[in-house]
């Protein structure tokens, strides 16, 4: 395939207050690892590469054979690190030779829909570096500095990142090769390496699993579209 997915699967999870590492606790009857693979399943030819916590990844073979099927082949499952940096530098290792678009995929962002991973490639293919898919930012954000407000931060040039984040594979390769310091997404690498990075339409059902409030919102949504 010309595209790779890497799942990064490998956070403790531990705003969500939950006893399994969060890419295994359950939204219906399925994980939440298992609703991202489905998601995945849906963009079409690519490679997969899922970033397990260790120990666990026995459990992630499980959910990406369910969730694949007969093309299996397709997908890999490697161990990931302390941080999502780390996590998504063990993934880009198992990325085959002839990939020349990665995108970058939280799979706590289990509901994503395809279109999200389709407005990211078609940026790459029209000649970006990289692209995201963002949201506008609904409340008013303030500076805060010892309980005190001490700025005014203009909403209006604000977006909320999402994933999938996509990149040119020779670029987010060489970003990954020699960070100098540990950022929470792969576009702020990938822009401190100096390439402009395009924003693309995000979509709210890309929200990120985090609270319980949060899977108790997912599960809702999952059981008024099943699958
Ligand atoms: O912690 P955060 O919510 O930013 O995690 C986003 C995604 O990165 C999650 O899907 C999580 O499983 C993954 N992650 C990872 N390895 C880590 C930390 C987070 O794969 N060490």
Not at 72 to 92: M, W
Not at 113 to 127: L, S
Not at 165 to 171: A, K, N, P, T, V
């Amino acid at each position: 395939p010309r595209i790779a997915v890497i799942v990064v699967a490998a956070g403790s999870g531990t705003r969500l207050g939950a006893d399994a590492p969060k890419a295994f606790v359950g939204i219906d009857e399925h994980s939440i690892l298992r609703h991202a693979l489905d998601g995945v399943a849906l963009v079409g030819d690519v490679q997969v590469v899922v970033v397990a916590p260790s120990g666990r990844e026995g459990d992630a073979v499980t959910e990406t054979r369910a969730a694949f099927d007969d093309r299996s082949d397709l997908v890999s499952v490697v161990v990931g690190g302390a941080t999502r940096q780390a996590s998504v530098a063990a993934g880009l290792v198992a990325v085959w030779p002839d990939v020349e678009i990665v995108l970058v995929h939280d799979a706590a962002r289990a509901l994503t829909p395809p279109d999200v991973f389709e407005r990211v490639v078609a940026a790459i293919d029209g000649g970006a570096a990289g692209a995201i898919p963002v949201l506008p930012v609904i409340d008013t954000i303030k500076r805060v500095d010892g309980g005190e407000i001490v700025g005014v931060v203009d909403r209006a040039e604000l977006s909320a990142a999402q994933t999938p984040q996509g990149f040119r594979r020779d670029i987010l390769d060489a970003a990954y090769h020699d960070p100098a310091t540990e950022f929470t997404d792969d576009a702020a690498l990938v822009a401190e390496a100096g390439h402009p990075v395009a924003a693309v339409a995000g979509d709210p059902l890309a929200f990120k699993i985090t609270t319980p409030a949060d899977l108790v919102r997912a599960a809702g949504l999952v059981s008024r579209h099943p699958s």
